[in-house]
């Protein structure tokens, strides 16, 4: 039974590009699809974590906007994050999915019970992770991600119910 989410942000969550305007601040753009899958999830009982290398008061606020608890940024080494994150929750990682694209989500993508990449990932993870899927990142990539699990956990009927 899957009981955590974790999503990689820049590449996954985001189309991996990072835009600043000529006052320096920084741009990204969010899929309103991957949101309603994160929102249904959460009330599906699911529990969902970002782990991403970067710092963005943008994503703090796109975390905020989604309610996702576990937010963690500037984070090196994902595996070990993610390690202490189940010990706090109490669960194991073959409850646990995962979505990363680039060398970086490595250690958390092989430690976990499934895991998926954005079409557009980096050829080594395309190879390694578990799902390659359709779509990209920052194009609807989370929302797949998040159907799968809940085609095959028996949940697909009660996401679409949330919205009927």
């Known amino acids: 039974m899957i009981r955590l989410i974790v999503l990689d942000v820049d590449g996954c969550l985001s189309d991996g590009k990072i835009t600043y305007s000529s006052c320096e601040d920084e741009l990204k753009s969010f899929n309103v699809k991957d949101g309603l899958a994160i929102k249904s999830a959460k009330a599906l009982g ?45 669960i194991s990682l073959n409850e646990v999915v995962a979505i990363g694209d680039d060398l970086n989500d490595l250690g958390m993508l092989r430690i976990v019970n499934r895991s998926f990449a954005p079409a557009d990932a980096a050829s080594y993870i395309l190879k390694e992770c578990d799902t390659v899927l359709k779509r990209v990142g920052g194009d609807g990539a989370v929302r797949e991600m998040i159907e799968i699990v809940f085609e095959e956990s028996g949940d697909y009927d009660r996401f679409v119910a949330l919205w009927e």
């Not at 529990?47 to 996702?68: D, F, P, Q, V, W």
């Open 46 to 90: 699911y529990e969902i974590a970002i782990i991403t290398g970067r710092n963005s008061s943008i994503l703090a606020k796109r975390a905020k906007e989604l309610e996702i608890t576990y937010l963690y940024q500037g984070i090196r080494d994902k595996a070990t994050k993610l390690k202490e994150l189940c010990l706090e929750l109490e």
